[in-house]
């Protein structure tokens, strides 16, 4: 937790934008956002999708 509180303070100060990867559980997510990270991917949101799978889920 540390580690990620050191890394998103270090972005903010370079005025870096902070994209979390592998977030898998709401917990996660919930703390990244209370960070102040700006996007996230990972399993929580979708699985890896191929080209069928990607436009079906940008058309939901």
Not at 5 to 19: E, H, Q
Not at 26 to 38: A, D, M, R
Request: aromatic fraction near 8%; hydrophobic fraction near 40%.
């Amino acid at each position: 937790m540390e580690i990620t509180k050191t890394i998103v303070n270090l972005a903010k100060c370079l005025n870096l934008d902070i994209i979390a990867e592998g977030i898998e559980t709401p917990v996660q997510k919930e703390i990244l956002q209370s960070l102040g990270c700006e996007a996230g991917q990972g399993y929580w949101f979708s699985p890896p999708l191929n080209w069928t799978g990607i436009t079906n889920f940008l058309s939901i």
